[in-house]
């Protein structure tokens, strides 16, 4: 389990532990998982789903370092 921010301007969107996230990255999908290498991404329109629940973004970035994710995104 690690730490998941996910946050638009307008609103906290998700905030608790997930066990997994797949978020569209700009060089394709790819999943975070516990203990997942440190990462700074931009995100492209699509779905990221934490654990099994699904959010559509326009687009946004994410950084991941050690077991903490912060998603920053722009809803549709």
Do not use: C, W, Y
């Amino acid at each position: 389990m690690f730490d998941v921010s996910i946050l638009s301007p307008a609103e906290v969107i998700f905030e608790g532990q997930a066990k997994s996230l797949i978020v569209p990255g700009e060089e394709g999908v790819f999943e975070v998982l516990s203990f997942h290498k440190r990462t700074l991404s931009r995100l492209i329109s699509g779905i990221i789903f934490v654990d099994e629940t699904p959010i559509r973004i326009k687009r946004g970035a994410i950084k991941v370092n050690q077991n903490q994710v912060t998603v920053i995104v722009e809803e549709l």
